[in-house]
């Protein structure tokens, strides 16, 4: 199996768990009454699962890379986490359709802009009329989701 071809069904399987895991959170932030607990819970159980891969994989990084590392690299997590809460308290008032159109939306967004600039590490990849149009077309999606 080619390693693009890997990377194409890894994408395609979380996005879809995406989908999946934004009611899983609405449910959970129900039952223990806020987004923000909710998210907590989804993180720790994922790093739970993470920990045990990385430990059956032996998959450890090095003290100077960690070092190395910028201060921003430690962000990742932050962002994942107002997502999650965010999420789950969207969910529920939007729909699991227009809350995960309106992330994609945004999301495109912002990585037109953050390849544009080569910001946070990746390569400058010019904004295109083409890129542009594409994701305008994902907005009029995110209405259109939204008004069905």
Known sequence: MSVP???????LISGALLAVQAPLN??????????VNAAL?????????????????RAAPTLPAVRALPWWAWCGGLCGAVFVAGAAYAVPRLG????????V????????VIDHVGALGVAPRA??????????????????VRRG
Do not use: K, N, Y
């Not at 609405?26 to 987004?35: D, H, K, M, Y």
């Not at 819970?41 to 994989?57: E, H, R």
């Open 5 to 11: 071809f890997l990377a194409f069904c890894l994408v």
């Open 127 to 144: 904004v295109t009329l083409w890129r542009v149009a594409g994701i305008l077309l994902v907005m009029v999606g995110t209405l259109l």
């Open 105 to 112: 939306a945004s999301q495109l967004a912002a990585a037109i």
């Open 26 to 35: 609405a449910t959970l932030s129900r039952a223990v009454g806020s987004p």
């Open 96 to 103: 699991v359709a227009t809350v995960l159109t309106l992330g």
């Open 41 to 57: 819970i989804s993180f720790l159980v994922g790093s739970l699962a993470l920990a045990l891969v990385a430990a059956l994989l």
